[in-house]
T-cell receptor, first 112, second 113 residues
Framework: TQLLEQSPQFLSIQEGENLTVYCNSS?????LQWYRQEPGEGPVLLVT?????EVKKLKRLTFQFGDARKDSSLHITAAQPGDTGLYLC????????????FGSGTQLTVLP | DTGVSQDPRHKITKRGQNVTFRCDPI?????LYWYRQTLGQGPEFLTY????????KSRLLSDRFSAERPKGSFSTLEIQRTEQGDSAMYLC???????????FGSGTRLTVV
């Protein structure tokens, strides 16, 4: 079973601060996806990274895929209360190009 | 594109009762997935359909769980003889073959009392 470990599990910061959350595995993934989930809602896809070393930016969010395609990070600059949510990374399991394996998530709270 | 719809949003049932949830995917998406999510955890894969064919099932899907997608459009997930451990958010997602990434519905929150 390919596991995705996310850290930290919980993060509470003040508005305007920067933060980084991590997604690590001992397995290689063909791609990794990042989702954000708000309470009572389903996850919403933020980005997909495919190439080792790839960096993608989405406004104040920067996503990086590790060179070996075993890990990824999400960096948020100048966090805002609207960034509050559960951030999940996900990758396709070996032997299945269709079954996404999710990490347990990082619960981010940005205080005004 | 009206997104993925799930019904009901919330369900409270007594232990031992049967429940059925419905998912309407994005109309042009041929792939449909069911996931289960408990508090503080990421979603766990349950099953996957391509059109009307159920192609993958997780070991999490016990004999009390059954899913169908009879015409390759909407899907139902039935849980028979519910147990308290079945309490969770049940998420449906859809995708288009060849495209990466899922579109999730808002989920059905099941509480077994």
């Amino acid at each position: 079973t390919q596991l995705l470990e996310q850290s930290p599990q919980f993060l509470s910061i003040q508005e305007g601060e920067n933060l980084t959350v991590y997604c690590n595995s001992s397995s290689v993934f063909s791609s990794l996806q990042w989702y954000r989930q708000e309470p009572g809602e389903g996850p919403v896809l933020l980005v997909t990274v495919v190439t080792g070393g790839e960096v993608k930016k989405l406004k104040r969010l920067t996503f990086q895929f590790g060179d070996a395609r075993k890990d990824s990070s999400l960096h948020i600059t100048a966090a805002q209360p609207g960034d509050t949510g559960l951030y999940l990374c996900a990758g396709y399991s070996s032997g299945s190009a269709r079954q996404l394996t999710f990490g347990s998530g990082t619960q981010l709270t940005v205080l005004p | 594109d009206t997104g993925v719809s799930q019904d009901p949003r919330h369900k409270i049932t007594k232990r031992g009762q049967n429940v059925t949830f419905r998912c309407d995917p994005i109309s042009e998406h041929n792939r449909l997935y069911w996931y289960r999510q408990t508090l503080g955890q990421g979603p766990e894969f349950l099953t996957y359909f391509q059109n009307e064919a159920q192609l993958e099932k997780s070991r999490l899907l016990s004999d009390r769980f059954s899913a169908e997608r009879p015409k390759g459009s909407f899907s139902t997930l039935e849980i028979q003889r519910t147990e308290q451990g079945d309490s969770a958010m049940y998420l449906c997602a859809s995708s288009l073959e060849g495209r990466v990434g899922y579109t999730f519905g808002s989920g059905t929150r099941l509480t077994v009392v």
